[in-house]
């Protein structure tokens, strides 16, 4: 039986804000010791001179396969690939609109940095 989950296209009512090429840390470098899946709602963080350092914010990941499809939930999320990133609050988008540009790095977040990325596409122009 596969496990789904609602793309978060339909969940959020809009397409991704931008794309990041991520790699996720291995234990060794302060990653997770227990795989990932699909659908984990890691904070995320990045760096501009009007944020603070230590500032996350409610953006999640949308991983994709090698050819661009959502991945299932069904096997642990790659250690690098592609995921399309969602702004939870449509309040805040216009913020992040100002200040996340291509090649901006960020990191994905539970507690600690457990992975790192950079934007690799923007895709506010749908707002």
């Not at 969940?11 to 234990?27: A, S």
Request: proline content about 6%.
């Amino acid at each position: 039986m596969t496990n789904y989950l609602e793309p978060y296209s339909i969940t959020f009512g809009r397409d991704y804000d931008f794309k990041v090429k991520y790699e996720l840390l291995n234990p060794e470098q302060g990653g997770r010791v227990s795989p990932a899946f699909q659908g984990i709602k890691w904070d995320f963080g990045y760096q501009h001179e009007a944020i603070k350092s230590n500032q996350l914010f409610m953006i999640y990941p949308e991983f994709e396969d090698g050819d661009g499809n959502i991945l299932s939930n069904e096997k642990p999320i790659p250690p690098t690939g592609i995921a399309r990133m969602f702004i939870f609050r449509k309040s805040k988008i216009n913020f992040h609109k100002e200040k996340i540009h291509v090649g901006i790095k960020g990191t994905f977040n539970e507690g600690k940095p457990i992975g790192k990325c950079e934007v690799i596409e923007i895709n506010f122009k749908q707002q």
